[in-house]
């Protein structure tokens, strides 16, 4: 048996080392080790509740919008605050324009560079996706920066700036939106919906959300030719490649539903276990220890009840990052499981067919842009300029709230105790802390460990390109992995 030592990885947030076993030319275990630890919670205690909505969007440039709504829902839970119907509006705004930047970047920038690499150069489709994808000199490269700046100017607009916003708060949003800028606001999401169907779809966003099968997606796909638009371009990437046969990880989902307005939300709440659905326990959440470099006598706990103070000399611990677990199962977040629980179709069918591989985790990303766009639109038609876009409240001495809220890269917690009118105590599970984590104490790999078992590899080869497609179509984010 040889091992390998794959890191640090390029087109990552933040530092990750993955460290392999191969036999007989297959990796037959995996160990994911996040190597940096930055010890925000501890930042956090002792200080002022509301600090949190200034610290925790620090912890990441990428995904600050998405750490500042958790934090503002944890204070919220925690002052038992309701916020307007016009704040639920315009914070389900500007999360989504994160969110949708966040989605468009990995695509064009992180994921799809692969493809032209010299591994590839034999195959008849490289020159023309090293032409288009070529990390920097590729041509998609200057179009997208140009539509995600365009884009976020809506951020600008309704949140003063990006990253680290102060607008969200616990009750809404702290800015209103005069009419005219709602108009202007539409437009530049009719800029983008431009962008999306003429160079990512080569359709009309509708088309693209109402795909509901496999074989509907095929047979869209052969309406025109493979480099058409950029997501024909990756079907046939993905079938000339067989990217639907690998990468398959716990097959167990979790999303704690997106986009809430009225009581109801965009996407819903829920579990998906190997093809069923089911409601989402939190109370079944914890964080296990027993492989993290971390001090603790209780392997798992209940993130309330969770600390996270470091132990670098923890014997058998490997990682930073904590491993969490839903009554004890691994769980796997992100785009892939809100459409999953959501029960759109077309994810629920190619998952049925061949599991939560390379190419359904990207088509869900994919198809969720379309998605939420089209409620963007929505959303700016309902604002309505004359009713309130926040609530207050104060702060109880005592209080503990959780905040939940669903980022690109799937399910965000802040989970927040307050003692004497300061934190005593802040935990924080990201979403590649639930698909990066390491063992637990029973053995079970995590999410990505899982998804590298029995993947080829060639005799001699020490950077499979195939283990890259595999851990970015997580879309990795090490750096709120490790908080």
């Known amino acids: 048996m040889r091992q390998i030592t794959l890191g640090p990885f390029n087109r990552v947030e933040g530092d990750l080392e993955v460290h392999l076993a ?3 030319e297959r990796i037959v275990a995996a160990q994911v080790n996040s190597p940096l630890f930055r010890g925000f919670e ?12 200034v610290i925790t969007p620090r912890i990441c440039g990428i995904c600050s919008v998405a750490q500042s709504m958790a934090a503002a829902a944890a204070l919220a839970d925690a002052m038992q605050l309701q916020m307007p119907r016009n704040g639920e509006l315009v914070t389900n705004l500007i999360l989504a324009s994160e969110n949708l930047a966040d989605h468009l970047s990995h695509f064009y920038l992180f994921f799809m560079p692969d493809f032209a690499r010299e591994a590839y150069a034999a195959r008849p489709w490289h020159e ?11 041509s998609a490269a200057a179009e997208v920066l140009r539509a995600r700046a365009e884009f976020l100017h809506l951020m600008g607009t ?31 999401l009719a800029q983008f919906r431009r962008f999306l169907e003429q160079r990512l779809y080569g359709d009309s966003l509708e088309r693209i959300a109402a795909l509901s099968s496999r074989e509907e997606l095929e047979a869209w796909r052969a309406q025109a030719a493979w480099h058409q638009s950029d997501l024909r371009t ?17 097959e167990r989902y979790l999303s704690y539903g997106a986009y809430p307005l009225q009581q109801e939300r965009l996407f819903a709440r829920g579990v998906w276990d190997r093809g069923a659905a089911r409601s989402l326990d939190l109370a079944a959440i914890a964080e296990d220890i027993s492989h993290s470099w971390m001090q603790g006598d209780k392997l798992s706990l209940p993130p309330a009840q969770g600390r996270t103070h470091p132990d670098e000399n923890r014997p ?21 499981a809100r459409q999953l629980v959501d029960g759109q179709s077309l994810i629920r069918d190619l998952v049925a067919r061949g599991g939560g591989s390379v190419a359904t985790r990207v088509i869900a990303r994919l198809l969720e842009i379309a998605r939420v766009l089209l409620a963007m639109e929505d959303w700016l038609r309902a604002l309505q300029s004359d009713k309130p876009y926040c609530a207050f409240a104060k702060m109880p001495i005592e209080a503990q709230g959780v905040g939940l809220v669903e980022a690109a890269r799937g399910s965000l917690g802040h989970w927040l ?6 934190i005593a105590n802040y935990q924080i599970i990201a979403p590649t802390t639930w698909n990066f984590s390491p063992r637990d104490a029973q ?7 899982q998804a590298l078992v029995g993947v080829p590899m060639a005799a001699g080869e020490e950077d499979p390109v195939l283990v890259q497609h595999i851990v970015r179509s997580f879309d990795p984010c090490m750096v709120c992995t490790v908080h």
């Open 22 to 24: 191969v036999r007989e």
């Open 417 to 422: 105790r307050v003692h004497k009118g300061r």
């Open 42 to 53: 501890q930042i956090l205690e002792g200080k002022a509740p509301s600090d949190a909505l």
């Open 158 to 188: 309704l949140a003063g700036k990006w990253p680290h916003t102060l607008t969200l708060q616990p009750g809404g949003s702290s800015r209103a939106v005069e009419p005219g800028e709602r108009l202007r606001l539409l437009a530049l």
């Open 443 to 449: 053995g079970v790999p995590g999410a990505l460990e």
């Open 128 to 138: 023309h996706v090293a032409a288009r994808f070529r990390a920097l000199s590729g």
């Open 316 to 336: 058998g611990a490997y990682s930073w990052c904590k491993a969490p677990r839903l009554n004890g199962e691994v769980m796997e977040v992100g785009a892939l």
């Open 234 to 250: 990756f079907l046939h990437l993905a079938e000339q490649l067989d990217l639907y046969a690998v990468g398959r990880g716990s």
